[in-house]
């Protein structure tokens, strides 16, 4: 017969599920980097391929194995109001949005540049009723090689006239 503590040994010994917790918490650091990476990758492959998230960014997965980075994006802005409706020109103070919004044409950065653009026009005396903002990218086609433009996104944002208090 085992003496008490030798029955306590074996016992733990045959139980695979029991695990101290000083044990676990080692394992657990030593994977979380391996797990925020993949979990990272994921999100930016699912963003990527769903939301129009450049491979270029949001992680950097995959950016070498396209060329759907900036210089291959670009915006477009439309303002309408009556009596005009015009193409404008993205000016160094939409710049910062203008490649937010090209990297990820999100509505939330889409409609941050269609407003500050509207704003602009108003700021310079100018009427704005709606700015229309797209995001285009530009593919090439393998056979002969030629490039070929693509709208991936368009938002029209309508935009508030100011008071004059």
């Known amino acids: 017969m085992l003496p008490e503590r030798g029955v306590d040994v074996l016992a733990r010994a045959m139980d695979p599920l029991r695990v101290r917790p000083a044990r676990l918490r080692e394992r657990l650091l030593r994977e979380l980097p391996s797990g925020l990476l993949v979990a990272l990758a994921c999100a930016q492959i699912g963003l990527s391929c769903g939301a129009q998230l450049s491979p270029w960014k949001g992680g950097g997965f995959g950016m070498f194995a396209t060329t759907d980075g900036t210089a291959f994006r670009y915006v477009r802005l439309f303002v309408d109001a009556p009596g005009r409706s015009e193409e404008l020109s993205v000016t160094g103070s939409l710049e910062f949005d203008a490649v937010r919004a090209q990297l990820f044409p999100s509505q939330h950065f889409l409609t941050r540049l269609g407003e500050a653009a509207g704003a602009r026009e108003l700021r ?31 938002l029209t944002i309508p935009i508030e006239p100011r008071s004059r208090n």
Not at 125 to 149: C, H, I, K, S, Y
Request: charged letters at 30%; aromatic letters at 6%.
């Open 124 to 154: 310079n005396g100018r009427e704005a009723a709606t700015v229309r903002v797209e995001v285009w990218t530009v593919g090439f086609a393998d056979q002969p090689l030629r490039a070929n433009e693509r709208r991936l996104r368009s």
